[in-house]
């Protein structure tokens, strides 16, 4: 004679639901962990610099360049109008300015939007190029010298205008 408990069978543990649900939630972790270590194995990120260290050696050149252009009184009215770029160039001593400037446009976060314009100076103060067509809205303005002696920054912000002034480069600007 069978007992009550023997006339009813335990199903196998494979057709349990509690021990699938256990085992999902390791085997999750190691699915979301292998994801994670194929996204730090290919993607690149473009943000953080090969030559760290030379760029933070090269922080000095940048500060005197823009205390020179502070000393020569230095300052820009730069518009970008389409592909055309003017700048205004003011300063306060007789120094002949450069018959050419080089104009460096980095956007803050995706590296493929940098451009570097060359200017070519018209009349005495006024310089003029033609930028590359962009889908930027923002750039980090580098206005320096062929020889870099003397550099002056600014921000540049298509919602606010196309004007942006450029100053004499200081600390924190260099850092950016």
């Known amino acids: 004679m069978k007992t009550n408990s023997s006339s009813r069978q335990m199903a196998p543990w494979y057709r349990q639901r509690w021990p699938w649900l256990l085992i999902s939630i390791p085997l999750a972790s190691v699915c979301v962990g292998s994801y994670f270590a194929y996204i730090a194995a290919h993607g690149a ?13 090269s922080i000095n050149t940048v500060i005197t ?3 020179q252009a502070e000393q020569m009184g ?10 055309q770029v003017t700048l205004t160039l ?3 001593g007789a120094e ?18 940098d451009q570097r314009v060359n200017l070519v100076a018209g009349t005495p103060g006024h310089y003029s190029g033609v930028l590359t067509p962009s889908s930027a809205t923002r750039w980090d ?6 020889d870099k002696r003397w550099s002056l920054s600014g921000e540049w912000n298509r919602d606010e205008g196309s004007q942006a002034t450029l100053t004499p480069t200081d600390v924190r600007e260099a850092q950016n």
């Open 45 to 57: 990120d473009p943000m953080v610099q090969e030559q760290y260290y030379a760029a933070g050696q």
């Open 65 to 67: 360049a823009g205390r």
């Open 74 to 83: 230095l300052a820009g009215q730069l518009t970008i109008q389409g592909g």
């Open 90 to 92: 003011s300063q306060r």
């Open 96 to 113: 002949p300015l450069p018959p050419a400037l080089s104009l460096q446009l980095s956007h803050p976060t995706i590296v493929s939007l």
């Open 141 to 146: 303005v580098t206005l320096s010298a062929p």
